[in-house]
């Protein structure tokens, strides 16, 4: 593990593997690199790129420094690419996606983006989910209910709550209920989860917007909406993948345009 300073003085901590081009992978809520798809893409990338897996502030090894802004994390980005090197590409996942959209958009010199599926759900319900879940949430964190602020979120993305009951009584359970309050810091990321236009127009590098084919309805539209929104951005479907996207289908695409530029 390795660590690189914040503009704002915080600590983050990632990891690097492989050599070629440098890649910076992006996590979505919950994940790091202890816990969550990006070791294993790591793995896969690295015989081809260089990689750089971090943990987002708030999460794993890395600090935090309150109060959180959309900005601090642009400037967490902006020391790991200061590292890899100007024209690094970047993967992201999700809110980790939404959070390259605002970061390529401020200026942090990619070479290329590509993003998983950022979760514009109100482009297909006009806002409704995200108002109720911004609310619900913050009223959770407010009260210091750390676990229920953990199954709201997963229980709103898809989860049975009785599969997340069970959970609530294993081992890891305290490990989630650590990094909860950066379940607000990807809702901030967020906004109001329609596709930011003004900022998407503002990226400038090649960008590649991808969705499984077997996801949900509204995570597909978000993705052709964010792809329609980036001057020149491709889109693809991967089929028969979800959300939860395999390394071994991923791989292959995330390299294909990171070497060809499509």
Not at 46 to 63: E, H, I, L, M
Not at 92 to 113: K, R, T, Y
Not at 181 to 206: F, H, I, Q
Request: aromatic share 8%; charged share 20%.
């Amino acid at each position: 593990m390795s660590t690189v300073t914040s503009a704002d003085g915080t600590t983050i901590a990632y990891e690097r593997s492989g050599t070629g081009p440098a890649v910076i992978l992006v996590d979505g809520a919950m994940c790091y690199r202890a816990s969550g798809p990006m070791r294993g893409l790591a793995a896969v990338l690295s015989p081809a790129f260089t990689v750089y897996a971090y943990d987002r502030r708030g999460r794993g090894a890395s600090g935090d420094t309150a109060p959180y802004a959309v900005a601090r994390e642009i400037g967490d980005l902006r020391a790991l690419v200061a590292e890899a090197g100007d024209g690094v590409f970047a993967y992201g996942i999700s809110s980790g996606a939404a959070l390259l959209l605002h970061a390529a958009a401020a200026g942090v010199p990619f070479g290329g983006l590509a993003l998983y599926e950022p979760p514009f759900v109100s482009e297909v319900d006009g806002g409704t989910w995200s108002r109720d879940y911004t609310r619900r949430l913050a009223a959770l964190l407010d009260a210091g209910r750390d676990g229920d602020a953990i199954e709201l979120f997963m229980t709103s993305v898809g989860l049975p709550a009785e599969m997340v009951a069970g959970m609530r009584t294993q081992p890891f359970w305290p490990m989630f209920e650590s990094i909860a309050p950066t379940l607000a810091y990807d809702n901030a990321v967020m906004g109001d989860s329609a596709v930011p236009r003004s900022v998407a127009a503002e990226v400038a590098v090649p960008v590649l917007v991808a969705a499984g084919g077997a996801s949900p309805d509204n995570l597909r539209v978000a993705a052709k909406t964010t792809a329609e929104a980036v001057p020149g951005a491709v889109y693809r479907e991967l089929p028969g993948q979800t959300h939860d996207v395999t390394p071994e289908s991923l791989g292959p695409v995330l390299t294909d345009f990171f070497t060809q530029g499509r």
